[in-house]
């Protein structure tokens, strides 16, 4: 999955930006209101294009761009123009005075009182996908996300309080929410575990109408404390399954900057199965961050004698397995070599 983000500056940057915008429209099918026809025959089953665009809730796809200039004229020209629906408002940002072809305006004076207003655009083109693994981090998940809403005031439903007095003006949540259509926030997150039971208690809880039901993900056993389990059984029949479902999160986002992964180390789900997740996604998504925020296992809270065994594999599992295939390349090989002597003589 990869994203860029278009900034067109000035006279010709916007002059430049909403002609290009037209024609990758016209060349993937996209309306000027941002919805694709209903047959897809145009472009159909090509989805390259989420490289330029977002994708809402609603099937709008709006191009992840921001038009500034420090006058309005020229991006007026956009807002009332053919492809005007194409764009959310806040993406077109104007000044009061222009530049006067001098670059002391644009850079010292004039452009300084609008620089804030655009970086702040950009970086509300960010997002960040929370996935939740075995017990401890499903329980962290289900505190933390009802904390996020308390402090956006988002309620349990999703929704905004109408007068919006709580976070009023504030949509930095977006790099963790995703708004529907219908105006409802649904958390950018998974929750997986191996067995059902500590997911049941999320889906059953005060905040279940705020998580989509996809976004919950369980198996039928669990890990019983045991890496391997985790990592090479129980835990490889579901692993498919969960990064489906991290892919369609990364196609909902505008600029997907990378993972927040909550586990423990001396579960068998949360030490195995969070190996096997995060070896899947550095492939997947090589050149994106992964924050990981684990617990370790203390003797003295332990509910299992083999947390601190699981927390050691879980550190240099793929170094022994890389050094255990060149052995075994390297033994296959000698022996090879032998044999061509053997029949020499």
Not at 37 to 64: C, L, M, Q, W, Y
Not at 168 to 188: I, Y
Not at 286 to 300: C, T, V
């Amino acid at each position: 999955m990869r994203e860029c983000i278009s900034v067109h500056v000035g006279q010709a940057g916007v002059q430049i930006g909403n002609a290009c915008w037209e024609l990758y429209c016209l060349e993937h099918g996209i309306q000027p209101d941002g919805q694709m026809p209903s047959d897809k025959t145009i472009g159909g089953g090509d989805d390259s294009f989420n490289t330029f665009f977002s994708e809402t809730g609603a099937g709008k796809h709006v191009p992840r761009a921001v038009f500034v200039d420090l006058e309005p004229t020229v991006v007026d020209e956009v807002r009332t123009g053919t492809y005007r629906q194409l764009y959310h408002p806040e993406q077109l940002i104007t000044g009061k005075e222009d530049a006067a072809n001098n670059y002391a305006r644009g850079h010292y004076t004039v452009g300084k009182t609008i620089i804030d207003q655009v970086l702040d655009r950009i970086r509300k083109l960010r997002e960040c996908i929370s996935i939740h693994v075995g017990q401890a981090g499903v329980q962290i998940g289900n505190a933390c996300w009802e904390l996020y809403c308390l402090e956006h005031g988002i309620q349990p439903d999703g929704q905004m309080p109408s007068d919006k007095t709580i976070g009023g003006g504030d949509d930095s949540f977006n790099t963790f929410f995703s708004e529907t259509g219908a105006g409802k926030h649904v958390p950018r997150a998974v929750f997986v575990d191996l067995e059902p039971t500590v997911v049941d208690e999320v889906r059953n809880g005060t905040y279940r109408n705020l998580f989509h039901p996809d976004q919950m993900l369980t198996g039928k056993e669990d890990a019983a404390n045991n890496y391997a389990r985790g990592h090479y059984t129980v835990g490889k029949e579901m692993i498919d399954n969960v990064l489906d479902r991290i892919r369609k999160l990364a196609d909902q986002c505008t600029g997907l900057q990378g993972f927040l992964i909550f586990h423990s180390f001396g579960g068998g789900t949360g030490s195995g199965f969070s190996s096997l997740l995060m070896e899947r996604l550095s492939v997947d998504y090589g050149k994106k961050s992964k924050l990981e925020f684990a617990i370790y296992p203390a003797p003295q809270i332990s509910t299992a004698v083999v947390e601190p065994y699981n927390s050691i594999p879980r550190e240099d599992l793929a170094a022994l397995e890389k050094d255990y295939e060149e052995v075994g390349v390297d033994s296959a090989d000698a022996e090879g070599e032998e044999e061509d002597e053997g029949d020499e003589y």
